[in-house]
């Protein structure tokens, strides 16, 4: 099992211009999500998915839209970028059923800058 | 909301044993996460409390107390390695699932 994979692992973008960052992850697992991860601070959720077809907002997640249209994907797609938008970027994914002890498994990142 | 609070910064020396702990103020509390962090990488699960009491997993354990909102990590016979960022973060259940909420980490520095 590769786990949860991300592209690119860097990218330098212009203001204003747009990009899609993938995710894929190969365990089965019915919940995905994006965070962002600012220099010195937590993990901030963008969007996450319970299930193919299901997507819902998290805590920051102007300027951002997703999609899951399989089991195994989640691209998020920046339209606008701005400054603000640089940041790390992370991709998780769980298998989650009610009552039972969860793990949310990391990709490696993507590291964004915008100028 | 959803606030937590933990230290932002501990320093213990190798072999001793290290507490950082974790208070929350969340609305639909279903259990506590604690993930590691090492410079420049992903997080990983470190330990889940979804109970009041203690996990234990090998030199990590976790304490959780609901009634409290608090919860804390217990490192032992610590070692360099262990040298990285630990956060806690609250499960929280959704009107559609449920999602994680992380704190802003604490940093700890195994020294010599």
Redesign the interface.
Known sequence: NAGVTQTPKFRILKIGQSMTLQCTQDMNHNYMYWYRQDPGMGLKLIYYSVGAGITDKGEVPNGYNVSRSTTEDFPLRLELAAPSQTSVYFCASSYSQPGQRETQYFGPGTRLLVL | GQSLEQPSEVTAVEGAIVQINCTYQTSGFYGL?W?QQHDG?????LS?N?LDGLEETGRFSSFLSRSDSYGYLLLQELQMKDSASY?CAT?VL?G??????????TQLKVEL
């Open positions: 996460s993930y990488g992903a997080p990983t699960f889940y979804a956060f499960r959704t559609g699932g449920n999602k994680l909420t992380f704190g802003t980490g």
